[in-house]
């Protein structure tokens, strides 16, 4: 086997014969997501809020209910991912499939037993035109933000609850979901993660690492044969969108 042709001394998984038939065994997936299948979207804006929802009718009355009916159909909430198989790996970098490189110390390490690296990304349109109708008004520019987190929180985790369903379907094992920006993993990774990725398909756009929609979240999940994965990176915080 040929080292691969890039500036890291990367170490090849297997043999030639196992590199020829690699491939990413979960297929790539975009789509919508009703309201209703995000049940948890307004639990975990009210979260944010530090609030339940009798505590939020009762102070706020017409205010919340009027604000969420108008997120409630406005909000549109997507969702994808895709999956590229590991082709090699340093102590600071790891080589994907279609030459997709995370120049990244930190992400070699949270991906030290993966043979296969899912990307996903979520989003929900519709929040800047809820902020911009909120007219500077505080009070209704807090709830805007929190409702756009929280329904973003949640497509996040339904994407992510995806892979993992894709992946036990192939028994396979799933690792943590890692976002950009998080336990110090370089937010530059996120315009490699996106250009990886056809985020058209979602109605997303980006240019360096600012991403509109605004409410959009991306990451990484590592996926293996080996159930060890699911302890790469056991040793750092979880993430409040992760």
């Not at 205010?63 to 409630?72: K, L, S, V």
């Amino acid at each position: 086997c040929r080292p691969i042709g890039l500036e890291y001394t990367f170490y090849k998984l297997g043999s030639c014969a196992w590199k020829d038939k690699a491939m990413a065994t979960i297929s790539s997936w975009a789509g919508d997501f009703a309201l209703d299948q995000l049940a948890d979207g307004e639990e975990l804006s009210l979260n944010l809020l530090h609030m339940d929802k009798e505590t939020a009718l009762s102070r706020l009355d017409d205010i919340y209910t009027e604000g969420f009916e108008r997120c409630q159909s406005t909000f549109d909430c997507k969702g994808m991912y895709r999956s590229l198989s590991v082709v090699g790996k340093s102590d600071d970098a790891i080589e994907l499939e279609d030459g997709v490189v995370f120049k990244s110390a930190q992400a070699a390490r949270l991906l030290c037993h993966a043979e296969e690296v899912v990307l996903y990304a979520a989003t929900v349109h519709g929040y800047e035109e809820m902020l911009d109708a909120s007219g500077g008004d505080a009070l209704e520019e807090m709830l805007c933000n929190a409702w756009g987190a929280g329904y973003s929180m949640s497509c996040n985790g339904l994407v992510k609850g995806m892979i993992v369903q894709a992946a036990q379907e192939q028994d396979l094992f799933v690792g943590r979901g890692w976002s950009p920006g998080e336990n110090d993993l370089d937010i530059g990774l996120q315009k490699t993660l996106l250009d990886a990725m056809d985020i058209a398909q979602i109605g997303v756009s980006a240019k360096g690492t600012m991403v509109r929609p605004i409410m959009t979240v991306c990451g990484f999940m590592g996926v293996s044969s080996d159930p060890v994965i699911k302890q790469d990176g056991a040793d750092l915080p979880e993430s409040t969108m992760n």
